[in-house]
């Protein structure tokens, strides 16, 4: 893959690394399993050695999606071959709008970003997250839903402002296991 400022926008979906079960405490809080971080920092290995790296991040503000990203980004700084530098710091907006999100509750948080950001990470849950990007590329979408830690790399040659339905085709994607 190339560099994804040469490409146009890149909106790159993550679902949330594999969880602890459920608890008897809030669904929320629930933090990633030892699986989970291992695989939320091979994520951010791929997305730093396929030349992705985000200029904008919007996060759930579910602990398991904060903890998602924390590895992400600990991931991207990792030594080659594996990963390599993580660049300028992202611009991180954790959202409570994207827990328990419709895909239409996601795609406005999409269209709000900065109009100069060339790659996006969305870090979400399921069913939003899986139907999002059916929604953006209805043909090439897993018609099984987004797994955890899958990354979906839609590609858009529009504005932030004008994404919507099949306005984002998928050129990648990538289920990450550490």
């Known amino acids: 893959m190339t560099d994804a400022c040469a490409q146009g926008r890149a909106l790159v979906l993550l679902r949330h690394a594999k969880a602890e079960p459920p608890g008897d405490g809030p669904d929320a809080q629930r933090p ?3 699986r989970g971080q291992a695989d939320a920092a091979a994520a951010g290995a791929w997305l730093a050695k396929h030349e992705l790296l985000p200029d904008v991040v919007i996060c759930s503000t ?3 999606t904060r903890e998602t990203w924390h590895g992400v980004a600990m991931g991207m700084t990792g030594s080659p071959p594996e990963g390599g530098s993580a660049g300028p710091a992202p611009v991180v907006r954790y959202a409570a709008d994207a827990y328990e999100a419709q895909p ?3 795609l ?12 996006v990470l969305l870090i ?3 069913p939003g997250i899986s139907l999002l990007s059916a929604l953006l590329d209805p043909e090439r ?23 919507g339905p ?7 994607r990538h289920t990450t296991r550490g």
């Open 32 to 34: 990633l399993a030892a």
């Open 104 to 106: 239409e509750d996601l």
């Open 62 to 64: 579910a602990r398991r």
């Open 124 to 126: 979400a849950h399921n």
């Open 166 to 172: 099949n306005r984002a085709p998928i050129v990648d």
């Open 108 to 119: 406005t948080l999409a269209r709000d970003v900065d109009p100069t950001a060339r790659t």
């Open 141 to 163: 979408a897993d018609q099984d839903g987004m797994r955890t830690s899958d990354l979906a790399v839609h590609r858009l040659r529009v504005a932030w402002s004008e994404l």
